[in-house]
């Protein structure tokens, strides 16, 4: 069965520092979303691409946090420099079309900022 | 999703029995409703959906019930098995536009064997 890829499962970094995470979405996929998630909540969407293009990124902290997906297939997200208030795990999610609604989500990065 | 604190509410249930797990949501405009089931250290998988044209879907072992009166939403776990302990998620989708899902607090299910 097709999954989301997504790496490092886990990554500590100090704040100040540079972080990225990546995601391979199920092949496909035309949309790829980004999501964070606090401990005991539920996910927050960051960005949404539709194949190569940002649709929504109204939720993206610009200032530190970038996305990109070159080619409309995989996809980053990078934070720098990193704050404490970034610990959470980022969640990458893809679907099929614009309007097809089921998400399929990968394992998720845990980031710890010390 | 709304922020709630780090305290998930948690429902303990009987293996066997019946589990509900209620959902208020926000936003009147929205058409298409979702469940999600977390297990602890992986990312949130698709349970079941329903379009606001209907007021009950049924899969397997599943329920799904909405009530758009009151904007509520609820998942009904029938004979509830270890393997579905985990934190639940609801999720509306208003499809006008690019589709934005809003996930709500989620609920912890504990089975106690």
């Known amino acids: 069965e097709a999954e989301v890829a997504q790496s490092p499962r886990y990554k500590i970094t100090e704040k100040s520092q540079a972080v990225a995470f990546w995601c391979d979405p199920i092949?496909?996929?035309?949309?790829l979303y980004w999501y964070r998630q606090i401990l005991g909540q539920g996910p927050e969407l960051l960005v949404q691409?539709?194949?190569?293009?940002?649709?929504?990124d109204s939720q993206l902290p610009k200032d530190r946090f970038s996305a990109e997906r070159l080619k409309g297939v995989d996809s980053t997200l990078k934070i720098q420099p990193a704050e404490l208030g970034d610990s959470a795990m980022y969640l990458c999610?893809?679907?099929?079309?614009?309007?097809?609604?089921?998400?399929?989500f990968g394992p998720g990065t845990r980031l710890t900022v010390l | 999703g709304e922020s709630v604190g780090l305290h998930l509410p948690t429902l303990s249930v009987q293996e066997g029995d019946n589990s509900i797990i209620n959902c208020a949501y926000s936003?009147?405009?929205?058409?298409?409703f979702i469940w999600y089931k977390q297990e602890s250290g992986k990312g949130p998988q698709f349970i079941i959906d329903?379009?606001?044209?209907?007021d009950k879907r049924q899969g397997q072992r599943v329920t799904v019930l909405l009530n758009k009166t009151v904007k509520h939403l609820s998942l009904q776990i029938a004979a509830t098995q270890p393997g579905d302990s985990a934190v639940y998620f609801c999720?509306?989708?208003?499809?006008?536009?690019?589709?934005?899902?809003?996930f709500g607090t989620g609920t912890k299910l504990q089975v106690i064997p």
């Open positions: 691409f539709q194949d190569e293009s940002v649709v929504d």
């Open positions: 329903i379009r606001s044209n209907m």
């Open positions: 936003n009147s405009a929205s058409d298409y």
């Open positions: 999720a509306e989708n208003f499809s006008g536009g690019y589709q934005k899902v809003t």
């Open positions: 999610a893809s679907s099929l079309h614009r309007n097809t609604d089921t998400q399929y």
């Open positions: 092949s496909g996929h035309a949309t």
